[in-house]
């Protein structure tokens, strides 16, 4: 089996469980919702990269499915916006919610730049990563709002 193989295999033993300890059964609601959001979101964004031949995935899950990745559109990303979201310094000023926006974004950039170099399971035809940490910050704003408007409490400010 190649590198790529056990890498999505590790992810779908690891995430689920992460997932299952670190959030709180009190937001577990909200949890859902950012995860679906955000795959709904990344699903979105890359299906047009990949139809407009800028990002190939040589090594993917279902390949007569579909060129897009699975486990890293489906599973990867949305879980760590779930991340994103439980971490989130609600009480802080607005500055320290902006530098964190910014700082998780670019971290999971870094994280798709270690997959891009080191593996096979995604090469850059004629795409920046700048453009996907671009992406990802704005999909991280979108289901914080999207999340955000959806719990919002009937009779509180707007």
């Known amino acids: 089996m190649s590198k790529e193989f056990w890498i999505l295999v590790s992810l779908w ?5 992460a997932l299952w300890r670190l959030t709180p059964k009190s937001r577990t609601r909200e949890m859902h919702l950012v995860f679906m959001s955000m795959q709904t979101f990344t699903w979105l964004f890359d299906i047009l990269v990949v139809q407009f ?4 995935y040589p090594y ?27 971490y989130f310094p609600e009480a802080k000023p607005k500055w320290v919610k902006a530098l964190y926006t910014v700082l998780f974004s670019a971290g ?24 996907s940490f671009e992406i990802i910050l704005f999909c991280n704003v ?13 009779g509180s400010p707007s």
């Open 53 to 56: 031949g800028l990002i190939e």
């Open 142 to 154: 979108l289901t914080r709002l999207f999340v955000a408007s959806f719990f919002k409490k009937k």
């Open 13 to 17: 033993v690891v995430i689920p469980v």
């Open 108 to 131: 999971i950039a870094a994280i798709a730049v270690v997959i891009e170099r080191y593996t096979h399971l995604v090469h850059l035809v004629s795409w920046r990563m700048s453009l």
């Open 60 to 86: 993917r899950e279902f390949p007569h499915a579909t060129r897009m990745n699975f486990t890293l559109h489906f599973l990867l990303y949305p879980s760590l916006a779930v991340v994103f979201m439980l």
